[in-house]
């Protein structure tokens, strides 16, 4: 069961079993601040969207819109907002890990400012993903085209963050074994996803579809990260996050938004671990060298390797470089050579001897990465 707690509870030193899977109440800047320095690996930021709707909104039939108009969407000022706006991230990019990415989802009301204020602050844009809605609200005046889609910024904590988490092999086989594009469509939050009041009122309105963040969090998150999220609303955050088993830290400061969140995340019941596998390819596994399996003493030097057809011959060399009469350099160049290409993958192109046959070097480098996983471990 997660847990609300007040910010007098906190302070950046607190250990990470205190606030970790739970609600904490307050301000989002008051809040991040309580949190240690890159604590966080991923940030989902539901902000508010300054909508600045005058006066009320009625369908043709004359009968009220339910639209935003809450105290906590208003702000006097387009200046008022961006300083909020910069006071947040600012505080959101201390507690994110310099490997961590923020994900900020808008309308056409704020995303350009949140957008240039992100770039503004030193984060690193990597795509703007358009949530396309099946069931956009009609417009109802017939004066614009009908606003069908949100869009979502994906950025990384600066230009040169590395190993940033992007589950590109399973996206793609989720997706009938081609590219995700950065076009998602859902619907919008309604049936028995909709939390609602004991009068049938929705409780937030503008609460997310749990699909929108199973999509981010099995695109950019793993199993046990953390996952921020500093206008938790009602829970859609915390209640994906459970069930994909990873850690939840949500900041609001309105009692019943908590209250309601606190009840449906604990009504989640987590996946088990062998669900939870994520699918990754090559390029998410350790980059091991070739003359790694030199000075693991996989492969010795002076060993001759050869392609499947035991045309050429390359001699080992003790720089982790391969010869080939008067050729020589990377696995990867000298099999390119050796066949007038401009590229070649010398990992499954050379091959040593074992037992009579020949077998793909690649083969050593799973055998390398076993071993640095172990090591790791």
Known sequence: MSAVRHLADLSPSAESSVWLDTILKGDCVAALNKLPDHSIDVIFADPPYNLQLEGDLHRPDQSKVDAVDDEWDQFESFA?????????????????????????????????????????????ILNDVVWRKTNPMPNFRGRRFQNAHETMIWASRDPKAKGYTFNYDAMKAANDDVQMRSDWLFPICTGNERLKDENGNKVHPTQKPEALLARIMLSSTKPGDVVLDPFFGS?????????LGRHFVGIERDQTYIDAAQERIDRVKPLADMDLSVLTGKRAEPRVAFVSLIDSGLIKPGAVLHDIKRRWQARVRADGTVAVGDMSGSIHKVGALVQGLDACNGWTFWHYERSGGLNQIDELRRIARLGMDRAGA
């Open 80 to 124: 008022a907002y961006d300083a909020f706006t910069r006071a947040w991230l600012l505080a959101a990019r201390r507690v994110l890990k310099p490997n961590g990415t923020i994900w900020v989802i808008g309308s056409y009301h704020n995303i350009f400012r949140v957008g240039a204020i992100m770039q503004d602050l030193g984060f690193w």
């Open 235 to 243: 829970g859609t955050t915390g209640a994906v996050a459970k069930r």
